[in-house]
């Protein structure tokens, strides 16, 4: 049982996809890559998902129409489904976007990663993300911050190490299960050599 809870902190809840509507940029951030005090991030444009081939298919989804949408990022091919009924929203999930209304649904061919659209309502509230004081932020390239990301989870019992954890005699036990914790985290929504 700690060896799985041990494990779980690799992922949890530590990679931000921040868009910033007004300049077209998105920031991804990974809290775990840098240490405690390094939040690791790449921008990359918005615009990347401009590539979009639009299908004549349409399916009902929640009593929207919605036209299919198909495109090839990250590694994958996607599929997604958007209303033209409600072409004013200006945000869709993950890094999805450019297509000419609001996705409901998006997924991979495999459909190991599917998001859909379960409820939307307009907000007049401006939301600001607040980032803890004393982070210092590293900005990276999308490769490095992969690769950093890897080597991080490789390298996981020697930094709990390295900050006071003593494992003992179960640190072969927990390296092998960390090893195929690596092998099975295989899936990451954009996939990268």
């Not at 990276?140 to 006071?164: H, P």
Request: proline share 2%; net charge neutral; charged share 25%.
């Amino acid at each position: 049982m700690i060896i799985k809870l041990f494990i779980g902190e690799l992922n949890q809840f530590n990679y931000h996809v921040i868009k910033n509507l007004g300049s077209g940029e998105v920031n991804v951030y990974d809290d775990h890559v840098g240490g405690d005090k390094e939040l690791i991030f790449y921008t990359e444009p918005a615009q990347v998902l401009s590539e979009w081939v639009l299908k004549d298919e349409i399916k009902n989804i929640n009593g929207h129409l919605c036209q299919r949408a198909d495109i090839s990022f990250g590694g994958r091919k996607w599929t997604a489904w958007f209303s033209l009924e409600l072409s004013t929203y200006s945000d869709d999930p993950y890094k999805f976007g450019g297509l000419p209304g609001l996705i409901f649904q998006v997924h991979d061919a495999k459909k190991t990663w599917d998001f859909m659209l379960k409820d939307f309502s307009k907000i007049d509230t401006l939301i600001s993300i607040n980032f803890r004081n004393d982070l210092n932020f590293v900005k990276t390239t999308k490769e490095k911050l992969y690769k950093k990301k890897r080597d991080f989870q490789k390298s996981f019992i020697d930094i709990r190490e390295a900050s006071g954890h003593n494992f003992g005699i179960e640190r072969r036990n927990l390296q092998a299960n960390l090893e195929q914790y690596i092998l099975k985290d295989n899936n990451w929504i954009e996939l990268f050599q």
